[in-house]
């Protein structure tokens, strides 16, 4: 839940937002979204963990010439879906840090692949955006939970599991809705 004792100037960019297990809105229900800039002007994230089931060599061959063919791809959210951005990050834990790459191009993507074999890269189709005031409505009626980048649990889980896992560990009630079947029937 939002905490109303939270700095609202404070920087969310670089947060996870968790969609509340009542947020119901189809592009966002269930999501993870890694929140990549936050201003007075707006938001811009991209969601991470709606898999597309594809890899980037399924939508041009330019990714395979530059060897990011078998990077997956994710729905960012529901802004300019034709647009691909690439991302990749990786934990440093000596220095407790989670460092991210937003935005790439191609080669420089390519190069930093080489640089650093440790990085986890995704590609995403379309982006998550907040108009001036929106996301601080949304926070305010609890549409999010905020929590820091757990960058593990990002590179290591996926889909549903990914935001249950997250939001059990940030509010453990929150989990057990978050585990509770849309239909129950299928209990």
């Not at 700095?7 to 189809?26: M, R, Y």
């Not at 951005?85 to 190069?111: D, H």
Request: aromatic fraction near 8%; proline fraction near 6%; charge should be negative.
């Amino acid at each position: 839940m939002y905490d109303e004792t939270h700095d609202e100037s404070q920087a969310l960019a670089g947060s996870l937002l968790l969609a509340h297990p009542q947020l119901k809105d189809p592009n966002f229900a269930s999501s993870v979204v890694l929140l990549t800039q936050h201003e007075d002007a707006g938001s811009l994230g991209v969601v991470l963990n709606q898999s597309t089931g594809k890899r980037l060599e399924e939508l041009s061959s330019e990714f395979s010439d530059c060897g990011l063919g078998d990077v997956p791809v994710y729905v960012g959210g529901p802004v300019a879906q034709n647009q691909i951005i690439l991302a990749a990050w990786k934990l440093i834990p000596e220095q407790g840090q989670f460092q991210l790459y937003f935005g790439m191009e191609p080669l420089v993507a390519q190069s930093k692949r080489e640089a650093d074999p440790e990085l986890v890269f995704r590609a995403f189709k379309g982006y998550s955006g907040w108009s001036e005031g929106q996301l601080m409505g949304e926070l305010e009626s609890n549409a999010w939970v905020v929590t820091d980048v757990d960058a593990e649990s990002i590179s290591e889980r996926d889909g549903p599991d990914l935001w249950r896992h997250l939001i059990t560990e940030v509010n453990p009630e929150l989990g057990l809705s978050a585990s509770v079947p849309e239909d129950p029937g299928s209990n």
